[in-house]
């Protein structure tokens, strides 16, 4: 039994709270950076482990880009994406807490770097910078976090759906 079988939500609130919240920090922060920093400074936070490292990314996560038309590209592809989010939640079952929350955490990062793209012709605002030394993680933002959350969320919701379906088949 998923844990959250007995919970009922009111979708489109969970949807506009999940979204809204994601996109107001994801929005604020980016603007703060901005206005902050100079295109390709670099602040330490917590020394090297963790930076604030102004810049902009044409392509999508973990620097994938395509070239010139990147930025056309990913945001065709991000509007297709939610498109395809919209319709998996809204055949969600309201009692799925963990699936509509990761499709809302999805679509408010994707949406986060939307307005990015629409608005900047450099691309997307990205300044979070983890890493020791020369070891360090792609730079990325806010919105990149809320969908790379949202991804590892839907991942466990699928995984125990299939494990529930599983059980109920075998019994």
């Known amino acids: 039994m998923n844990p ?11 949807l506009a ?5 994601t996109l107001l920090v994801d929005v604020l922060t980016k603007q703060w950076i901005v206005t902050t920093l100079v ?22 996560a973990f620097g994938i880009n395509i070239g010139e038309h990147s930025r056309i590209f990913f945001l065709v592809l991000s509007l297709v994406a939610l498109v395809v989010l919209g319709l998996m939640y809204r ?16 679509c408010g990062g994707a949406i986060g ?3 990015d793209r629409l ?3 450099a691309g997307v605002v990205d300044f979070i910078d983890v890493g020791i030394g020369t070891h360090r993680f792609w730079i990325f933002n806010v919105a990149d976090s ?3 959350v ?3 969320l839907l991942l466990i919701s699928f995984y125990l759906e299939e494990k529930h379906v599983h059980r109920t088949t075998i019994t």
């Open 150 to 152: 949202g991804a590892v």
């Open 146 to 148: 809320a969908v790379s």
């Open 17 to 21: 709270g999940v979204v809204g919240g």
């Open 119 to 121: 608005r900047y012709e």
């Open 39 to 60: 295109l390709y400074e670099v602040r330490p936070v917590l020394g090297d482990l963790l930076r604030l490292n102004y810049t902009h990314n044409p392509g999508a």
């Open 113 to 115: 770097n939307i307005l």
């Open 4 to 14: 959250t079988d007995d919970l009922r939500v009111n979708k489109g609130r969970l």
């Open 91 to 106: 055949s969600t079952s309201r009692r799925d807490v963990l699936r509509l929350s990761a499709v809302a955490l999805v």
